[in-house]
Structures are given as structure tokens and as C-alpha cells.
Nanobody
Framework: QVQLVESAGGLVQAGESLRLSCAASGETSSMYRMGWFRQAPGKEREFVAAITWSSGSTYYADSVKGRFTISRDIAKNTQYLQMNSLQPEDTAVYYC???????????????????WGKGTLVTVSS
């Protein structure tokens, strides 16, 4: 199992930026992908972004493409989510996740990954 700890989120104004980080520990050798999901109040959890751990290939939800950037530092077992041009609709609890690669990307985008952090709240005011 992989343990995941997100950095603190925060309150920002619309148009501002915020960077989240997520440190992995435990069975990190099993990680094939890492990613971010979010859940807004009253809504279902949704996929935000993912990164293939070895190659660095990235994938984004259409709603964040061009504004968010996912990256990773292999030596630190840490992934990042740089969020620019934040909008009120980006307000959500953001969850860090890790996946073993046993399911395809479409499946994990819909159903989530194998291991999860506790989540961190990002609030964007208008």
C-alpha cells in the first residue's frame, strides 16, 4: 500500500494560482501512475489529472487543460499540481491518488485509483 500526504490547500481569489504537492511513502515501487481528483460540494468526485510515473506522460480533464499542470519528482516520490487561473468552480477537496497500473487510464479516470490521500480543500473566491 502507498501512503499519500497532500500539502495544505487554501483560499485564493479568482485568477490566482496555487500549487499542491503530494508525498508518497510505503510501497512506492508499485506506483505506475499518480494523479489528482477533486470533489466539489454536492458533486461527485471527478478526475483532474494523472501522470505516468516512469515516463512522465500527462493526462488532463478538459475542464483544467491549459490551466493546470501535473508534474513529479521521482527522487522525492512527490507529485505536484500547479493550478493557474483558478476559478470559483475549481473549489473542491483535492485528493492525491496513486495507481498500480492494473487498469487502463479510462477506467481509473472514471473509478479512481488504488490509494488515496485524505484530501485538501481549495477554495476560490470570486
Amino acid at each position: 500500500q502507498v501512503q499519500l500526504v497532500e500539502s495544505a490547500g487554501g483560499l485564493v481569489q479568482a485568477g490566482e494560482s496555487l500549487r499542491l504537492s503530494c508525498a508518497a511513502s510505503g510501497e512506492t515501487s508499485s506506483m505506475y501512475r499518480m494523479g489528482w481528483f477533486r470533489q466539489a460540494p454536492g458533486k461527485e468526485r471527478e478526475f483532474v489529472a494523472a501522470i505516468t510515473w516512469s515516463s512522465g506522460s500527462t493526462y488532463y480533464a478538459d475542464s483544467v487543460k491549459g490551466r493546470f499542470t501535473i508534474s513529479r519528482d521521482i527522487a522525492k516520490n512527490t507529485q505536484y499540481l500547479q493550478m493557474n487561473s483558478l476559478q470559483p468552480e475549481d473549489t473542491a477537496v483535492y485528493y492525491c491518488a496513486a495507481d498500480k497500473g492494473l487498469r487502463n487510464l479510462v477506467t481509473i479516470m472514471a473509478y479512481g485509483m488504488d490509494d488515496w490521500g485524505k484530501g485538501t480543500l481549495v477554495t476560490v473566491s470570486s
